[in-house]
């Protein structure tokens, strides 16, 4: 909770007009009577889509997990280089943003802008109109935001920044679940036209995806690289350096998390640089 009634009613009025503004319209409190609720929330998604340095898709095929996907981009935050840690900072999304998406441009230039787009399939459209017409064809499932609510709460719950094993574990259950309710939606409202009961359907079925590669990855990695404090792998008491449970022995590779199956699999993070010499990692002391 955050208190600002010491304050004073003038006072916020005066000076924290947008503040009270927030509080009624999103929180139904008061702020000079009584105090805000905070709720914790994510500042974005570390890892991401697999990518080489020309930005382009990279699949794990025939052994090699760096096979390029022609023709598919991603750059910035949704992005994972594998150059500094799968996105570790927010001061790597300059990197993500300037640097790779610079080279990508470069690349789409070169390889795709000259020459003709390949004709597309005749299937092309079939999955995301079989996705419409699905939840089109579900007047009486669950409402969206119902399932989003619990998905929010579930992450916060089993996902945060201060975990243990057993409540990742927890997690797992409880998210797989969730992809069942997903599974029934349904849509009250059948407009064609600024339909947002379509569109919250549309993405709560984008949320659970996220969530869940985000909850079983967690909670297979048995270490504490210090992006979030696994308890039952915090660095040991009576050793200050120790690289906060870290486990590059094993654990020094990133997570591919797949839908069909719900399965994960593993591919080595990028150690060697191209032109300069290679950099250890470094326990983090902060």
């Not at 947008?18 to 009624?24: K, L, R, T």
């Not at 669950?142 to 927890?170: K, L």
């Not at 349904?186 to 869940?212: K, P, W, Y």
């Amino acid at each position: 909770m955050l208190d600002m009634t010491h304050l004073g009613a003038d006072t916020i009025r005066k000076r924290l007009p947008s503040v009270e503004e927030i509080g009624h319209n999103f929180a139904n409190v008061d702020i000079t009577k009584e105090p805000i609720p905070v709720v914790p929330t994510i500042h974005y998604q570390m890892g991401g889509i697999p990518t080489n340095i020309h930005g382009q898709v990279s699949v794990p095929q025939g052994g090699d997990h760096n096979v390029p996907i022609n023709g598919l981009y991603a750059v910035g935050e949704c992005s994972c280089v594998s150059v500094h840690g799968a996105n570790r900072l927010g001061t790597n999304s300059l990197l993500d943003l300037l640097v790779f998406g610079k080279s990508a441009g470069d690349h789409i230039i070169a390889h795709h802008a000259k020459g003709a787009h390949k004709p597309l399939p005749a299937d092309a459209a079939d999955r995301s109109l079989e996705r419409l017409n699905r939840l089109e064809a579900a007047s009486s499932g669950e409402y969206p935001q119902n399932i989003a609510n619990d998905i929010r709460s579930t992450m916060q719950s089993h996902a945060g920044v201060f975990r243990t094993q057993a409540t990742m574990d927890e997690g797992v259950k409880r998210v797989a679940e969730l992809r069942e309710r997903v599974n029934g939606l349904g849509l009250q409202d059948h407009s064609r036209v600024f339909n947002m009961a379509r569109q919250e359907a549309l993405e709560v079925e984008n949320l659970i995806e996220v969530a869940q590669a985000t909850m079983v990855s967690a909670a297979a990695r048995k270490e504490c690289r210090g992006a979030h404090t696994v308890l039952d792998y915090e660095r040991p008491a009576d050793d200050p350096v120790a690289p906060l449970g870290r486990d590059d022995a094993n654990w020094l590779k990133h997570t591919l998390w797949f839908q069909d199956g719900n399965r994960l699999d593993y591919k080595p993070v990028r150690m060697k640089p191209l032109t300069v010499d290679t950099i250890p990692p470094k326990v983090r002391t902060f």
